[in-house]
């Protein structure tokens, strides 16, 4: 056989093995993105009772039949699609707010909740906010929509098109009031 055909031969092999080797420069998360569909989630747990503590006390508790987790989106969130319910404990954990959705919504770096469907928030004293929808910030601790609701307190009850206020519901503003209120003098 000839020498320089032998030569050119594996001059070529030796290049296409090389430029397979240095074609392959994937990063971790796109071997890690690979086999899983961008619209499907990256995991899902069933029967979630999740206890968030903070000195040994629990601070919060999320309880929900299903959440989807999509935080291997550019986005990333996670998702409940059967039921939330989130406890909030104050200091002492004798009291607790409740806040209670049909579905929700948890983007993960913004820190906002999005609520829908029959969300209804209960305080510690007894107060009970109702609505479709709800944006719960867990940075600022803060509630609020545009949509309309229901607020009663022990004394009244208020109907309005939109919320502000923070989770404990001290500093709660219903806005464009259409009920009756009792003011005091």
């Known amino acids: 056989m000839n020498t ?8 070529i092999v030796m290049l296409s093995c090389m430029a397979m ?4 420069n994937n990063s ?7 086999g899983i569909s961008d619209n499907e989630p990256i995991g899902v747990a069933e029967n979630i009772n999740a206890k968030k503590t903070d000195s040994g006390r629990v601070t919060v508790n999320l309880i929900s039949s299903k959440m989807l987790d999509f935080s291997n989106r550019d986005f990333p969130y996670t998702e409940f699609i059967d039921n939330f319910t989130l406890y909030i404990y104050d200091d002492n954990e004798d009291k607790k707010t409740t ?29 009970v906010l109702k609505s479709e929808q709800l944006y719960y910030d867990q940075k600022k601790e803060w509630l609020f929509t ?9 004394t009244d009850e208020i109907h309005g098109n939109g919320f502000d206020s923070d989770t404990k519901l001290q500093h709660a503003e219903v806005l464009e009031v259409t009920g009756l209120i009792t003011l005091k003098d």
């Not at 080797?21 to 392959?24: D, I, L, Q, V, Y």
């Not at 959705?101 to 993960?108: F, G, Q, S």
């Open 146 to 154: 545009n949509n309309p609701v229901t607020f009663k307190t022990k």
């Open 4 to 11: 320089t055909k032998t030569y050119h031969i594996l001059n």
């Open 21 to 24: 080797f240095f074609s392959c």
């Open 99 to 127: 806040i209670v959705a049909n579905y929700a919504i948890i983007y993960d770096q913004t820190g906002l909740n999005d609520l829908r469907g029959n969300v209804i928030i209960t305080s510690a004293e007894g107060e």
């Open 28 to 34: 971790l998360k796109e071997v890690q993105k690979f």
